[in-house]
């Protein structure tokens, strides 16, 4: 009898746990569910990256607090081991110290295992010790948010389930997902290995495509690589960088401040002769020089071996030729040596390469020198009857 005056009871509860609180349609709660994790993504990029692990952002307290308690909430991750480890990921970039290279872990590894990568160097006490510095450490932070990193994700998946039901574990299970895929997967995985480069960093990291929307403007990693202490990432009128957008919305508000941006390279009148300013704009904005570079060798290259079938040798040199020497694998190294001596031009083209990268990397040399060095270099380059070299060095000359 009491089970038949409780069954209503019953029924309700069997409603509440199939739709929640809200009874919303599965669309809905997966529009909310792209909402909050779009909010993630924000709060990884915007505070984590761009104002806690490079400085190049201030945020207003109350908003780096509402970043602080999002995070907590839906990833577990704190700011000081988030910070470590990226920092760490910069100073020992492509290096056997470097926590999440595929370039040394391999892409596999990085792509589907980024997050347990990351787990094992936030035990490690050096890296959090050394590159943590300068991260919260108030009492909401020694006795919460590091203290109980799993109580906050526990605490989503309850509010989660109370408000939608059923479907609220399967948004949990998506929310859980979504930065150790597109951050740990996707951006130290993907962007280091496949897409463009505007920049010829040191590193081999890539843009992966010009419009960053889904990752919050990380898409372009390559250009974050070659100008790390940037609030914005975009630098080319076609990119993106939806991370900036909302910095200039909260700047206009008071609630943000960029505290840099990336220099703009120009050219003006071609000077007779390379010049002290020569020499300062091509140090200023060697990687975006180098990047031209490279479309000039990788042009020379097409034309040169056009008629050639293709090889193991002439497969290296179109990945590896305009690449620093340091940056060649060694397996690639014995066809890369092939391919400069079956075509003189390409190995001349490699060897100024060289000269012209020692102009910054030569410490050792006064300035007067190494603008006499860079005026011999453009003597060379023009008078070497190579056209992609002349064009090359005749451009350096107008650098603003």
Partial sequence: ????????????????????????????????????????????????????????????????????????????????????????????????????????????????????????????????????????????????????????????????????????????????????FWAAGVVNGMGHYWGYRNFEAQDASTNLTPWGIVIGGEELHNNHHTYPTSAKFSVKPYEFDIGWFYISLLSKLGLAKAKKIPPRLAYGEMRPVADEKTLEALIAHRYEVMAGYARHMRAVLAQQTQSASPSRALQAARRWLHRDTDKVPATAAPQLAEARAAYPVLDQMVTMREELRQLWLNTGRTREQLVADLQAWCHRAEASGIAALREFSLKLRAMA
């Fill in 1 to 180: 009898m009491n089970w038949f005056l409780d069954a209503p009871m019953l029924n309700a509860t069997v409603d509440w746990l199939a739709g929640g609180l809200l009874d919303l349609a599965w669309w809905q709660v997966l529009l909310i569910g792209l909402v909050a994790t779009h909010i993630t993504i924000v709060s990884v990029t915007l505070y984590l990256h761009r104002h806690s692990a490079h400085r190049a952002l201030d945020l207003h307290p109350v908003l780096q607090h509402f970043f602080r308690f999002w995070l907590w909430m839906t990833t577990g991750m704190t700011t000081k081991a988030w910070t470590a480890i990226h920092r760490k990921h910069h100073a020992k970039c492509e290096q056997a110290e470097d926590p999440h290279s595929p370039q040394i872990h391999g892409i596999r590894k990085v792509f589907w295992q980024g997050a347990e990568l990351y787990r094992a160097e936030a035990a490690n006490a050096e890296t959090m010790s050394r590159y943590g510095h300068g991260t919260p450490n108030d009492w909401v932070e020694r006795h919460l948010y590091s203290r109980y990193s799993a109580l906050g994700v526990s605490l989503m998946l309850i509010i989660d389930v109370a408000l939608f039901g059923a479907l609220g574990a399967a948004l949990w299970a998506m929310q859980m997902v979504w930065i150790p």
